[in-house]
């Protein structure tokens, strides 16, 4: 997947983390395929605007097997 235009690809990840499922997009573009596995996530932002609630930008970090981080944002969430 490319994302604006740019030739980097970037990730996008369908995972579920606390019963919920969600559509992640990488930060950083990798350019590798995270392989399917059991990640640890930490949710290292949770910002909302002041104009109300309707728009949020999360991030999660995982925690690769080798100790290496690597963050995505949340582009969909569902049941």
Partial sequence: ???HGNS????TLGVIID??????ESLGAPNALLMLG???AKL????HWAGGTYDS????EFLLPDNKKRQ??????SQ
């Fill in 1 to 3: 997947m490319t994302r």
């Fill in 8 to 11: 980097a690809f970037y990730q």
């Fill in 19 to 24: 019963g919920k499922r969600y559509e992640l």
């Fill in 38 to 40: 059991d990640y640890k």
């Fill in 44 to 47: 290292v932002k949770d910002q």
């Fill in 57 to 60: 930008w999360r991030v999660y």
């Fill in 72 to 77: 995505f944002v949340v582009v969909g969430q």
